[in-house]
């Protein structure tokens, strides 16, 4: 009894974890978006990686926990950090990019490709069994995907304009992530999910000193300096959030939890443009469209955790938990 107990106090914790993730990941584009009027994205996620980087390193150091570089000396973990770097700065920066030409609830609903490039990444290369949930729920995340643009799919395959650009930049973003996660996937043999988050926070952040423009933080109001704060605090703690969750909860319901993403991006930026309609605008979407929205979520959670509720046979790899683009 004490040990269901126990494992009933460690999945509500989890759920409470997985939540917060998905809240922060869901509010965090709302935020960036005010920043990118007066910042260039280059900057904007410079920032992010070293506020995180630093928030990071005061967490682990007193642990003594902070990486040590010897497993780099061989060439195959130096290989696999380098292309998680390129693919977390380059979703990183597609993402951010895409917020300049899009909402921040569309930017977050193209992000849910993300899992499905990984699921056909994991098969390929790290050679794991692809379930049928996984295929299902794929199909209903790009039917949803139709639904959700339904009022711009003409203008996306026609012409080339701001708005399809930002979906562009945001397909982009999805994809390079999944360079990360696969990498990511194979670091995790030997670091902790936390201490390969330190490499690579500190890593793009060197890799875009070159680009980045610190000052431009002199240009901003107040309210944009504040927004430019929760994003780097964002950025720590939705990903701490995430570590923990993995920590107490199995992986596939965290996973399906963290896709609830866009549906909190869509109510938060409701609520905020209707208490603050000078500064957020409200989602340009019809009935369609919000509908679209749902089931995309809802594709991306049966895809994650489908199997728990129709079990098959065959045993397959381990579910990555999603990541939603420029988190």
């Not at 980087?53 to 967490?59: D, E, H, N, T």
Request: contains cysteine; proline residues 5%.
């Amino acid at each position: 009894m004490k040990t269901n107990q126990q494992a009933g106090q460690q999945a509500g914790v989890g759920i409470m974890l997985a939540l917060t993730t998905a809240m922060c990941w869901g509010a965090l584009p709302i935020a960036m978006k005010q920043v990118l009027t007066d910042m260039e994205p280059y900057t904007v996620v410079w920032y992010r990686f070293i506020m995180a980087g630093i928030g990071l390193a005061v967490i682990l150091a007193p642990r003594r926990q902070l990486p040590s570089l010897t497993l780099f000396l061989r060439w195959r973990w130096l290989m696999m950090l380098v292309i998680a770097t390129a693919g977390l700065l380059g979703n990183f920066i597609f993402f951010s990019s895409s917020l300049q030409y899009l909402s921040p609830t569309a930017s977050q609903v193209i992000g849910q490709l993300s899992p499905v490039g990984m699921m056909f990444a994991s098969v390929l290369i790290l050679k794991e069994r692809m379930r049928g949930t996984q295929i299902i729920g794929a199909l209903m995340l790009i039917s949803g995907l139709v639904m959700f643009f339904n009022t711009s799919l003409l203008e996306i395959f026609t012409r080339l304009t701001d708005y399809t650009l930002g979906v562009i930049l945001g397909v982009c973003a999805a994809t390079v992530w999944v360079c990360y996660g696969v990498a990511q996937k194979v670091l995790l043999r030997r670091l902790a999910s936390q201490q390969i988050l330190f490499l690579l926070y500190v890593l793009c952040t060197i890799a875009l000193s070159v680009v980045a423009k610190p000052a431009a933080v002199m240009h901003l109001s107040l309210w944009q300096v504040a927004c430019l704060v929760f994003c780097g605090a964002n950025t720590l703690v939705g990903y701490g959030a995430l570590a923990e969750a993995m920590a107490r909860w199995q992986a596939a319901q965290v996973s399906a939890i963290v896709t609830l993403t866009p549906l909190f991006t869509l109510l938060f930026s409701d609520l905020l443009s209707l208490a603050w309609p000078d500064y957020f605008a409200a989602p340009a979407l019809n009935i369609v469209g919000y509908l679209g929205a749902f089931v995309v979520v809802a594709g991306a959670m049966f895809s994650a955790a489908g199997h728990r509720f129709l079990p098959v046979r065959a045993k397959t790899g381990p579910v990555l938990p999603i990541k939603p683009p420029g988190k």
